[in-house]
């Protein structure tokens, strides 16, 4: 593998363009364009204050950049350096800002959601969206680009507006059987949306485009509902992540439950694939005394690989506090893999404490005047990563050995859905300069393909997380394939864009892969003294 070097980068404000041909990055108030073959500087862009929000337009020839604090829109071209345009939606302030599919059209949404401005960059001609609500994913466009749906709240309920992009008209109207509307999403195909209620209700509902509703999804009452939702890329299936530890899967033929995917502390069948990361400590005679200051920090200084476990396996698993709110259980996330082949589910959220690392005792930054609870030091501070180039170097055909013979059905068990008293607290997260780099490659090896991979879901208590450890999902057998425990929480992971490719980022200065061949852990080289682990990964193409 080969790495480039590494450049800095602001607020983890870093995105690749969406035809992977070039990388944007911000360095406070600078805007800087690269190449991504070579990443070599293009463009270089100033603004007016630091840089909060970054966005490319979907052909690519547009980038926006957002200042909240100053109410202000920039954009750019790459096409004609010279042009720029400067968006100032004045007193009514500004919250967020996002491009339509055509990217000729920016929404802007004002202060304590008032409304939302649309503004065109064609005709200069502004239109306005009132009542948008606050939630966690109110606005949503359609795969084709040809229509909006906006989650509103008017007279203390709850509604969804579809509009025509291309002249921005409302189509249709209606209100949702929600007690608090949390968030929408089109399916890819975009012929169904999909409305979920807060965590205080478990509540699914799926709209066709002209405002039926189709169907209603409940899975149980009285306790902590949805936490996560994802569809398919082929738009068969709705993934529904809960408080429970739970993924329950939907069809789109009569939108009922198929199946449900548990999360056990203990995996007893020896059928499935259990990757361990373990510790592998260099030879003595490798060791420079003293350590560098580069690698002072935690898990800078020995290299890690796989193992296969053997059954049974007890994965760590944590215990939040019963009398705090905001519980760090349930299905924190989950993703399809493009082909539409797997599924990616992890059971809890960071930060929690490590194993990897000795608890801290007060954690203090930029925006965190308060003393905080003893998380593991990877959470903190950032470090630079670097370009990986080429083929990846062989991986161990580890699962060859998960070959089995006759499969069986999981065994689901039965658990109380946790409530509010099953909670725990969210603490901020600070706001830090940092380095990023790129990881390119061009596969992990030939398909193996996984046989008789299963596994025999016990009762785990509803209370319990595993946050160090990602499941992977058979979705052609509906059963479990893998499990990756790390040993560091497991902060994202994302598909690539291309192939049944998985990375998972752990906060530390490895990079985890995962595909059907085998899984292989990635380090990443750092300089100077920002050596507290990586915070986000970006897909683009064959580079990460």
């Known amino acids: 593998m080969n790495f480039s070097e590494v450049f800095k980068l602001s607020s983890l404000l870093c995105k690749f363009s969406p035809d992977g041909k070039y990388l944007a990055s911000c360095v406070q108030y600078r805007l800087v364009v690269r190449d991504a073959n070579t990443l070599q500087i293009l463009q270089l862009y100033t603004c007016l204050d630091q840089i909060q929000h970054l966005e490319w337009s979907a052909d690519s020839l547009f980038i926006l950049c957002a200042l909240y604090k100053r109410g202000l829109v920039q954009v750019w071209s790459l096409e004609q350096p010279e042009w720029h345009c400067k968006i100032d939606e004045g007193s009514a302030g500004l919250v967020a800002s996002c491009w339509s599919p055509d990217g000729r059209h920016i929404l802007n949404t004002t202060e ?23 939630c966690q994913q109110g606005i949503t466009f359609t795969r084709d680009g040809r229509y909006l749906a906006l989650a509103e709240r008017r007279d203390c309920r709850d509604y969804v507006s579809i509009f025509v992009c291309s002249d921005w008209q409302l189509l249709r109207h209606f209100d949702t059987d929600t007690q608090d509307l949390a968030g929408i999403e089109w399916a890819p195909n975009g012929c169904v949306l999909a409305a979920w209620d807060s965590c205080l209700e478990y509540k ?57 995917f548990g999360h056990p502390a203990t995996v007893n069948n020896p059928k499935i694939v259990v990757y361990k990361e373990a ?30 476990a053997s059954m049974p396996v007890s994965l760590q698993t944590l215990k939040p506090a019963a009398d705090r709110a905001n519980p760090r259980i349930g ?23 490590c194993v990897c690392c000795p608890p801290v005792g007060l954690l203090r930054g930029p ?49 109380r859905a946790p409530g509010p008293q099953d909670m725990a607290p969210s603490p901020p997260r600070p706001v830090t300069l940092g380095k990023v780099g790129i990881l390119t490659g061009k596969g992990l090896g030939a398909e193996a393909e996984q046989r008789g991979v299963n596994v025999s879901l016990g009762a785990p208590s509803s209370s319990d997380s595993v946050p160090n450890a990602v499941w992977i999902w ?6 479990p394939l893998a499990v990756l425990e790390q040993l560091c929480t497991v902060r994202a992971f994302q598909w690539g864009p291309q192939q049944p490719r998985l990375a998972i980022c752990t906060g530390g200065s490895k990079v985890y892969l995962w595909s059907p061949a085998g899984c292989v852990s990635v380090q990443v080289p750092g300089e100077g003294e920002c050596g507290q682990g990586h915070k986000q990964m970006l897909w683009g193409g064959t580079c990460l």
């Not at 304590?112 to 503004?119: D, K, P, Q």
């Not at 510790?279 to 796989?306: C, D, N, Q, V």
């Not at 998380?375 to 370009?387: L, Y």
């Not at 058979?474 to 059963?479: A, G, M, Q, S, W």
């Open 112 to 134: 304590f959601h008032l409304r939302i401005t649309v503004w065109s960059l064609c005709t200069k001609s502004v239109s306005y969206i009132k009542y948008p609500k606050a």
């Open 204 to 260: 699914v509902l799926l709209y066709s485009l002209d405002g039926r509703l189709l169907s209603a999804f409940c899975a149980y009452e009285w306790s902590l509902g949805i936490k996560s939702v994802a569809w398919s890329p082929s738009s068969q299936f709705l993934a529904i992540g809960s408080y429970d530890g739970k993924v329950r899967i939907l069809n789109h033929v009569t939108w009922k439950m198929i199946t449900e």
């Open 279 to 308: 510790e592998k400590s260099p030879p003595l005679g490798h060791l420079a005394f003293p350590p560098p200051r580069a690698a002072a920090g935690p898990m800078t200084s020995s290299e890690s690989k796989y193992e296969i």
């Open 331 to 353: 299905i924190g996330a989950l993703a399809f893999s493009p082909d539409n082949y797997f599924l990616a589910t992890r059971n809890g959220q960071w930060p929690v404490p």
């Open 367 to 415: 925006g965190l005047p308060r003393s905080l609870h003893p998380f593991c030091r990877c959470w903190q501070g950032e470090r630079p990563a670097a370009v990986v180039s080429g083929a990846h170097r062989p991986i161990r055909a580890a699962a060859a050995q998960a070959q089995a013979s006759a499969p069986s059905a999981p065994c689901l068990g039965k658990s």
């Open 474 to 479: 058979d979705i052609r057998k509906l059963r």
